[in-house]
């Protein structure tokens, strides 16, 4: 498993929660890293990523302002801090890394973990 994603749960409405994603140094000191959810019958979109040298962040429209993608270097672990939760944030999230390196190409799912967001 390339990828160890966990810090699911089920808050309320207002509520934070944080998600981790480990994964190998050599992933993780090339890769894009980034989280998608996806809620029942939706597609999978994209939440917040990271690059890998700069740590130059990008967020979805819905989630600026609430949502803060880091990385712990010395973890090899991204995280992604939910803060003021909304039950439409309802998903199951996936950390993925991402890597266009001529050679050395690859695009890394991990497990989902569920988030349950309660009005």
């Known amino acids: 498993v390339q990828l160890q994603a966990s810090g699911g749960g089920a808050v309320q409405a207002g509520g934070s929660l944080r998600l981790s994603c480990a994964t190998f140094?050599?992933?993780?000191?090339?890769?894009?890293m980034g989280w998608y959810r996806q809620a029942p019958g939706k597609q999978r979109d994209r939440v917040a990523s990271?690059?890998?040298?700069?740590?130059?962040?990008n967020y979805a429209e819905s989630v600026k302002g609430r949502f803060t993608i880091s990385r712990d270097n010395a973890k090899n672990t991204v995280y992604l801090q939910m803060n003021n939760l909304m039950p439409e944030d309802t998903a199951v999230y996936y950390c993925?890394?991402?890597?266009?390196?001529?050679?050395?190409?690859?695009?890394?799912w991990g497990q989902g973990t569920l988030v349950t967001v309660s009005s």
């Open positions: 993925n890394a991402d890597s266009v390196v001529p050679g050395n190409a690859y695009n890394y």
């Open positions: 140094p050599d992933i993780f000191n090339v890769a894009i």
């Open positions: 990271i690059s890998s040298r700069a740590g130059i962040t």
